[in-house]
């Protein structure tokens, strides 16, 4: 009964290195989500994508790029990680646009 | 420009007694608004939901109302219990979902 899993959990970078948070969702959802969350604010999306092969852009999407090969899979990769995008990262499905969505715990990403 | 206000970041409240958690939207475009509850280290997790042609919506402790004319929408939940200690957040969609900055309710033993 997995739901939505994320991984890494945690992570530190380094200015300019890049990465890939991947996210997995078992329950056959069409639509996935990647948010981040900062301090005093409410989450933000960044990137989302309504079926497999498709993605389209969220509030903040500048400095990431999202693919979503499979159905269950929603990867977020940073190019050329920055300070300012230190922040908590979540990852979301639902069955429609206006359905509650089902959230992962959560990346945790530091970059020096 | 914030769409959806949470003003109180904080609230406290007596084990037993009426919590209630507010929220302000400025989009009246917005059908569909919804409450998540957030434990630490955890992610977001829906408790409860009103459409916009709704005014009440009620499941067990939880109750959402919404205010369309003063484009306000209130979470109360009673009796509050020690296990709602949480941050919880009012989201509103129409197309996007949008979310507010949260409160964090404390439920004093």
């Known amino acids: 009964n997995a739901g939505v899993t994320q991984t890494p959990k945690f992570r530190v970078l380094k200015t300019g290195q890049s990465m890939t948070l991947l996210c997995a969702q078992d329950?056959?959802?069409?639509?996935m989500y990647w948010y981040r969350q900062d301090p005093g604010m409410g989450l933000r999306l960044i990137h989302y994508s309504v079926g497999e092969g498709t993605t389209a852009k969220g509030e903040v999407p500048d400095g990431y790029n999202v693919s979503r090969l499979k159905k269950q899979n929603f990867l977020l990769g940073l190019e050329s990680a920055a300070p300012s995008q230190t922040s908590v990262y979540f990852c979301?499905?639902?069955?429609?646009?206006?359905?509650?969505?089902?959230f992962g715990d959560g990346t945790r990403l530091s970059i020096l | 420009d914030q769409q959806v206000k949470q003003n109180s970041p904080s609230l406290s409240v007596q084990e037993g007694r009426i919590s209630i958690l507010n929220c302000d939207y400025t989009?009246?475009?917005?059908?569909?608004f919804l409450w998540y509850k957030k434990y630490p280290a955890e992610g977001p997790t829906f408790l409860i939901s009103i459409s916009s042609i709704k005014d009440k919506n009620e499941d067990g402790r939880f109750t959402v109302f919404l205010n369309k004319s003063a484009k306000h929408l209130s979470l109360h939940i009673v009796p509050s219990q020690p296990g709602d200690s949480a941050v919880y957040f009012c989201a509103a969609t129409n197309y996007q979902l949008i979310w507010g900055a949260g409160t964090k309710l404390i439920i004093k033993p």
């Open positions: 329950m056959n959802h069409e639509y």
């Open positions: 979301a499905s639902s069955y429609g646009e206006a359905q509650p969505q089902h």
């Open positions: 989009n009246s475009m917005f059908d569909y």
